[in-house]
């Protein structure tokens, strides 16, 4: 009889420490914490508003890759920005780590001068990203932290991914 009970009490801990190691039919309730690892593309982004009003941006749940992204939202139709000249433009900042509007020239109603492009006093991601946009065009900028205000953040978070959407005010040559 004492072998009977002790062989059922080995099977009844097996049992239950078996149970312990297997998976719950139930779905977790708490949400999900893992950190995205697919990369942003230009199409993940969603921005909304008309050229020459302010944008509403939709950052998605993706990973921010290290590489500057540029799409023409709006195909202008005037001057291209080259190197050298000067970019009146209208943008919008918004951070991608909180999805918050930081800067927006849109707001305050005055216009950017980038004066002689590709060597203007900005981050790199605007001196390598606006080359190409038209007047009367809106472009969206993805900027990582290395062609943007990178550890040292300036004000900004550090390593901060940067999402412009800047429209082509005017186009001056350079002199």
Do not use: H
């Not at 109603?109 to 590709?118: L, S």
């Not at 001196?127 to 009367?136: A, D, Q």
Request: hydrophobic share 35%.
């Amino acid at each position: 009889m004492r072998n009977v009970l002790l062989i059922a009490s080995l099977a009844l801990a097996a049992a239950t420490g078996l149970a312990g190691c297997g998976s719950s039919a139930q779905p977790s309730s708490g949400g999900s914490t893992a950190t995205p690892t697919n990369p942003c593309k230009a199409d993940d982004f969603k921005v909304s508003g008309d050229f020459g009003s302010a944008p509403k941006v939709e950052i998605p749940a993706c990973k921010p890759t290290d590489e500057l992204i540029v799409k023409d939202l709006v195909q202008g139709t005037g001057e291209e920005v080259k190197t050298g000249t000067t970019a009146t433009v209208n943008y919008q900042l918004t951070t991608f780590s909180d999805k918050k509007v930081l800067d927006s020239s849109f707001e305050r109603g005055a216009p950017f001068d980038v004066e002689n492009v590709g060597q203007a006093p900005v981050i790199d991601g605007w001196n390598e990203g606006i080359v190409g946009l038209k007047e009367k065009g809106r472009r969206l900028l993805i900027v990582p932290p290395a062609k943007g205000y990178g550890k040292g953040g300036q004000g900004i978070k550090p390593n901060e991914t940067l999402v412009f959407v800047i429209d082509g005010v005017k186009v001056t040559p350079s002199a």
